[in-house]
């Protein structure tokens, strides 16, 4: 069995959990009390902020949301065990989620919620289930990169024609996930060589995709490792002819091409164990499933949604890396600080 993530918290995430528990969350009462869900969400407000507000008409009682990093989130879970007020967990990534499963920090959830998706986008067990999903592309600058167009690997990232050019956000759990992909693709020397490769050609370390796509497009770095749905966003707000950027979506058995999930999962001995299922089917429903696709432009789980404000790229199968395999967040984290990327 693969060991659970790190229980401590990195200085960043456990400062910015206290100033939400100190603060409040979003005008809520207090944390945990009695009737109420508690989402613990890795997802980040900004993405998701609007269709969780909408769980409290869903679920039938109060709502309220801890935001923080997914596998920070997963870490808090498992340090605080049995004793924590948490009834969700909204993760950014499998990896989590697979995680907790493993440690029995996740309920089972019902067959028919867990037919809703594809085989693939489900727990083995039937602890989580994935709520929506996104593909890792290769942002390019064309005016630096334009060669990238045409790359099939992520391998191709690692030209020495890049140094210094290069941009990622190591402490995302979206990387981390790819790092786990390539891991499991390649071995734990084969990942250490791509990203000690990496960090050689002078890395350029950002803090989010966000950060990671705005390098790009202001061709500060020619090229990006990012989830794509950043790149969609950016061309809805400011319309295509005003991004710089691009993407390339690389071949469906590199670890780079990896199609990862947000999923959900009920917390073991929750007292809202009921409320719980009902908002995770209230993330698998049509409205929710419609609000992922077009204001998040993440590819839908659930059959017949398509995006409405979109044009995304069909999604092929991805990686071959089972995504019950991508839990092993602990090895991740300690390779990321072993060739120092984190």
Known sequence: MNAPPRTRLR???AAALTVVLAGGLSGCGAFGGEDVLTVYSGRNE?????????LEDAV???????Y???????AQLLEEGESTDADLFFSQDAGALGAL???GRLAELPQDVLSLVPEQYADDEGRWVATSARARVVAYDPRQAPEAAEMTSVDEVLDERYRGLIGVAPTNASFQ????ALRLDR????????LERLVDLDVQKYDNNIAVLDAVDSGEVALGLINHYYWYERVAEQGEDNVNAEIRFLDSDDPGALINVAGVGVIAGSE??????????????????QYFADSTAEYPVVEGITSTEHDLEPLGQGSSVDLNDLDSLEETLDLLDEVGLT
């Open 187 to 194: 071995g734990e020397d084969g990942a250490r060589e791509w």
């Open 101 to 103: 499963a493993k440690a």
């Open 11 to 13: 200085a960043p995430v």
């Open 272 to 289: 809202q164990e009921d409320a719980a299922q009902r908002a995770v089917e209230f993330l698998l429903s049509e409205e929710a499933q």
């Open 177 to 180: 996930s790819f790092v786990t």
């Open 68 to 74: 923080a990093g997914s596998s920070d989130l997963a």
């Open 60 to 66: 039938g009682t109060e709502v309220e949301v801890r």
């Open 46 to 54: 900004n993405l998701v902020g609007p269709i969780l507000e909408q």
